[in-house]
Each structure stands twice: as structure tokens, then as C-alpha cells.
């Protein structure tokens, strides 16, 4: 009898059309709790020397502001430029390329250069949240933007060079590769059944309930059924909401307490500032898209420790995405840690 909590396996991520592999015979062993430990890291509150630290000096002689909550400015070093000219190149039929203008932005999170979202003030939170739709709604009506991607790179691992709590906002002329699959799949499910795929996703893993990590009134928490990282999770908000300039105030503050939740578990589960690569997906510019249904992505590397980390290598860079642990236990070791970080624990 096939059982998928013994048998290698495949399992379909509907809003790429992709598929992961899982191997749950390699992790018949039950967690022995171990946590290897790492020294902890005292960061100042303030970094003479971070160029994101309020009052600093950043590359190309700007000087920040002495800012008390966010900080956004246009990205010193950016991939995409608005002023690119319009352009394409075409040698037969393979090789075919387009200018790609565009806008990149940082985002800082708070003037305090050590504290991350897990360790911020939900308050705190919340006014990212509130720069997020602010740059959203002002990118995505902007002409000659197709897409805008917010996400935060968080720990070396992720090639995040600065500790200091910072985002980016990437916004390119055209859909990006990971948002057009995931537009195309949640057209064709919208159209087919007339309501969004996260929407029904949701409540299927609600009803479920093994891969929910915590849940609040306007998001779900959960490690999606076909993750690929150890610890992968996604926030899905419970209302179809197309994006962040169409959430209600209380949505605002959800979000905040959600993201914060997730970024807290993650650092207690080895008690280390825990790495990851996160991003919201939310509808492109221009027409309505009734379909789309915003959510975050987090892709965490690591597996077992702070230390030992998953590798996307060899099969899976030439064939398919493969994993041990599955998405319930993940989802269950999540599910059990505090939401109190442990960093700033009395005991
Ligand atoms: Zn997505």
C-alpha cells in the first residue's frame, strides 16, 4: 500500500507545475532534539561603519537620514535601471534577447541595526508593511512596470552581506519567470472553478490541518504540500486579495503578526539567526487579475542545524528537486516552537 509517509515520492506544486521528489525513508529516525549550538553574535545597535545605519554614508556619497521607522531609497547597485532604452536583439530563432528596464529599491526595516523582524516590535512590523504597500501601489501603477517584486535575503548563507534588517523591491518591465508560472496556473484553475487556487488550497490545508503552522484571522502559516526546502513555508491570506494596496487595515496587522511568527519560530528552531530567502507574489500591472491571490514564499536552506545546510545539487539541479524530511514533520517541528524568540526569553 503506498503510503506517503513511507514511500519515495512525487508531488505536484500546482501553482508551477512542477514537481519535487521526497524520499521519506531516509528520515525514519525520530529528531533527537539536538541543537548544535553557535556562539551568538553581539551586534551593536548602531554601526559606524553600515551603510544602512541612520546618518551613515552609502556608496556614491549619499548620506542616509537620521530616519526613526523605515528607510527607502534607490538601490546603489541596480540590477535594473529606469532610464534603459527600448531595444531587442534577434539572431535567427535562438538567439533572442529584450532590454529590460526597470526600478530597484532598499528597504530598510529599522534605524536599530540589530534587530530583525523576529525581535522587532509587532508595531514596528506593521510600518513595513505599510512601506510595502506604499512602494507596491506606487510601482505597480507606474507606466513601463510590469511586476513588482518585494523580497528580503536574510544571512550570509543567502549572500546577504549587511546584518542590518533590509528588503529589496525589484520592479522589471515584463513578469518574471516565477510569477508568470504562477499567473498562467492560477488563471487556468480561476477559470476553471471560479474561485483561486490558493483560496481552495487553504482550505483544504485548514481542514487537514498536518502541514498548518499557525494561523490568524486573516493568514494561513503553512509548509505548502510540495516544499522543496526542509523548512519551506508560505503565508496565504484567507481572503483572495489580489495585493498588498487592496488589504484592510486588520489584514495589515495580521500580516505583520504572521510574518513576524514565521521569522520566530524559524530563529528558535536552532536557536540561531536563521537564514532565508522570503518574497511576496501578488498581481502584476495592468488589467484586473481576480485570480491572483497574494502570498509570501520562504525558502530557508537550512536542514538540521545552524551549521548543516541542504544543497541544490546534483540531481536537483540536473533533474528535480528532491527532500527527506517531509513537509508534515516540518510542519509539526515548526507548529510546536514558542513564539516568544529565544533571545529574548526571562528564563
Ligand atoms: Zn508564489
Known amino acids: 500500500m503506498f503510503d506517503l509517509k513511507e514511500h519515495p515520492h512525487r508531488r505536484l506544486n500546482p501553482l508551477t507545475g512542477e514537481w519535487v521528489l521526497v524520499s521519506p525513508h531516509r528520515t525514519k529516525r525520530p529528531w533527537q532534539g539536538q541543537v548544535e549550538k553557535v556562539p551568538p553574535v553581539e551586534r551593536p545597535a548602531y554601526d559606524p561603519g553600515c551603510y544602512l545605519c541612520p546618518g551613515n554614508a552609502r556608496a556614491g556619497g549619499l548620506r542616509n537620514p537620521q530616519y526613526e521607522t523605515t528607510l527607502v531609497f534607490a538601490n546603489d547597485f541596480a540590477a535594473l535601471l529606469p532610464d534603459t532604452p527600448a531595444g531587442t536583439f534577434e539572431h535567427g530563432e535562438l538567439l533572442r534577447a529584450e532590454a529590460q528596464p526597470g526600478v530597484c529599491r532598499v528597504v530598510c526595516f529599522s534605524p536599530r541595526h ?178 491572483w491571490h497574494f502570498h509570501a514564499h520562504y525558502y530557508p536552506p537550512l536542514l538540521r542545524s545552524a551549521t548543516v545546510r541542504k544543497f541544490m545539487v546534483g540531481y536537483e539541479m540536473l533533474a528535480t528537486p528532491q527532500r527527506d524530511i517531509t513537509p508534515e514533520a516540518a510542519a509539526a517541528r515548526l507548529r510546536e516552537l514558542s513564539e516568544v524568540h529565544y533571545r529574548q526569553r526571562q528564563d
Open 114 to 291: 540589530d534587530l530583525a523582524i523576529a525581535e522587532m516590535e509587532a508595531a514596528a512590523v506593521r510600518r513595513v508593511v505599510d512601506a510595502w504597500v506604499d512602494e507596491y501601489s506606487e510601482l505597480i501603477a507606474r507606466p513601463g512596470i510590469g511586476y513588482v517584486q518585494i523580497f528580503e535575503n536574510r544571512g550570509a548563507m543567502m549572500g546577504c552581506s549587511n546584518p542590518h534588517p533590509h528588503g529589496q523591491i525589484w520592479a522589471p518591465s515584463t513578469i518574471p519567470n516565477e510569477p508568470a508560472k504562477e499567473h498562467a496556473a492560477q488563471k487556468a484553475y480561476f477559470e476553471a472553478h471560479g474561485r483561486t487556487l490558493l483560496a481552495d488550497y487553504a482550505d483544504v490545508e485548514l481542514k487537514l490541518g498536518e502541514r498548518i503552522v499557525a494561523v490568524n484571522a486573516s493568514f494561513v502559516v503553512l509548509t505548502p504540500f510540495w516544499a522543496v526546502w526542509p523548512f519551506e513555508a508560505m503565508i496565504v491570506a484567507r481572503r483572495p486579495v489580489s495585493g498588498l494596496d487592496r488589504m484592510t487595515e486588520r489584514e495589515r496587522d495580521d500580516l505583520a503578526a504572521a510574518m513576524k511568527s514565521v521569522a520566530t519560530r524559524y530563529d528558535n528552531l536552532f536557536e540561531v539567526s536563521f537564514p532565508y530567502t522570503m518574497g511576496f507574489h501578488q498581481r502584476p500591472a495592468g488589467a484586473e487579475c481576480p485570480f
